[in-house]
């Protein structure tokens, strides 16, 4: 406002510079007071004082001892050591399936059956065939006998014999031909009945009476031997040690006082494209009765590395591009630390480095807290 006012002033004496030569030095006297009383006015409005900043008052959590955290901690199923996925080996439509989930079935046992009429047709067609050929065969010997009791006569010519010979030789081929395909006629209607290979259980069914399956199609899967697996899916296979060091800790979902340790078996070496997890199969030791097949597990991996410190996921924040989370320092300021994040959860960051037992960190409000700010320390998280 101040330097408005001398701009006008100065813009008004250039104008009246002409007229002020006339005038006397009285006349300018009144103006002169007034333009001092509106610059001590000015002047006095951009004085003032202002008031402290009332330190902000923070929820925080003190940083406690030390501890090992599991690295792996997962949920799986009990699976069997050997499973195999029965299925025909040619197509059709399955008259009946004789087995059910959870059935033990024998060396030998009908599993199901293929609706038998079109690979009856083609046995009954490759059977007939053979007789045809039998015949043939039979009836092109005969002359090829006669004929070589007549050639010392001289009652045929050497032609004919000949003649005989090679069409009994092609009748003997076609009769091998015959027996080849009513072999594989009688082979494809054994096909039309599924056999157990093994002693087994039950473990999954795939396929039900009156539908169509092909070749190979998936019908039952049947686990055989009393061995026992865990399967589970990891995010990361590099955190399980491979070799004899990856032995896991498996305890029962429903009742986690039945537990068992279990061996390392494979890890899929792809990902599952939808969840962009890795399979992971362990053999477990000495399985208890009730871990059976198909029960629920917890399976723990636990971490030689001594992951230290626990805080909520509110308190990480970022200083230069890295984790960071903001400490009550002395003279209650916030004081801004670089950390190093071990792992996460679902609602805690585990901190390797970076914080020490006993330090204050706070949980609340950090995108807008900066650095040095002096706080009030409030209410101290569990």
């Excluded at 000015?42 to 940083?63: A, F, L, Q, S």
């Excluded at 000949?162 to 003997?172: F, G, K, N």
């Excluded at 590395?305 to 009550?328: E, G, M, N």
Aim: proline share 5%.
């Amino acid at each position: 406002m101040s330097d408005d006012f001398f701009f006008s002033l100065r813009h008004g004496l250039h104008h009246l510079c002409p007229v002020a030569r006339t005038l006397s030095w009285l006349h300018f006297l009144p103006l002169a007071i007034l333009a001092l009383g509106i610059f001590s006015l000015t002047g006095c409005g951009d004085k003032h004082d202002p008031k402290p900043t009332p330190p902000r008052t923070v929820r925080y959590v003190v940083v406690g001892s030390a501890k090992t955290l599991p690295v792996l901690q997962s949920t799986g199923d009990i699976h069997a050591h050997d499973e195999t996925t029965l299925s025909f080996r040619t197509e059709g439509r399955i008259m009946t399936r004789l087995v059910d989930i959870g059935e033990r079935v024998a060396a030998g046992q009908l599993l199901a059956t293929l609706d038998t009429m079109t690979v009856q047709n083609q046995l009954d067609s490759a059977t007939a065939d053979y007789e045809g050929a039998k015949a043939s065969a039979q009836v092109a010997a005969l002359n090829v006998s006669r004929m070589q009791k007549l050639m010392p006569t001289g009652a045929i010519a050497r032609t004919q014999f000949d003649s005989a010979r090679a069409d009994w030789l092609v009748a003997s081929a076609r009769l091998k031909s015959s027996e080849a395909a009513l072999r594989n006629a009688r082979e494809s209607l054994s096909w039309t009945r599924l056999i157990s290979p093994k002693e087994g259980v039950i473990t999954a069914v795939s396929a039900s009476a009156g539908q169509v399956v092909s070749a190979g199609q998936s019908v039952v899967t049947l686990a055989t031997g009393d061995a026992r697996d865990v399967v589970f899916d990891v995010a990361a296979p590099d955190a399980i040690a491979s070799g004899d060091k990856a032995e896991l800790q498996i305890a029962l979902l429903s009742d986690p006082a039945v537990n068992a340790l279990a061996v390392l078996r494979d890890i899929s070496p792809q990902a599952d494209p939808l969840t962009r997890t890795w399979r992971v199969r362990a053999t477990l030791k000495h399985p208890p009765a009730a871990m059976a097949l198909g029960a629920s597990v917890t399976v723990t991996l636990p971490s030689t590395a001594s992951y230290q410190y626990t805080i909520p996921t509110s308190a990480l924040t970022r200083l230069a591009d890295k984790p960071a989370v903001f400490v009550i320092a002395h003279q209650q300021r916030a004081q801004l630390r670089n950390v190093v994040p071990a792992g996460y959860t679902a609602s805690s960051v585990i901190i390797a480095s970076g914080l020490a037992p006993g330090d204050r960190v706070i949980t609340a409000g950090v995108s807008t807290l900066q650095a040095g700010e002096r706080v009030s320390v409030g209410e101290a998280q569990p």
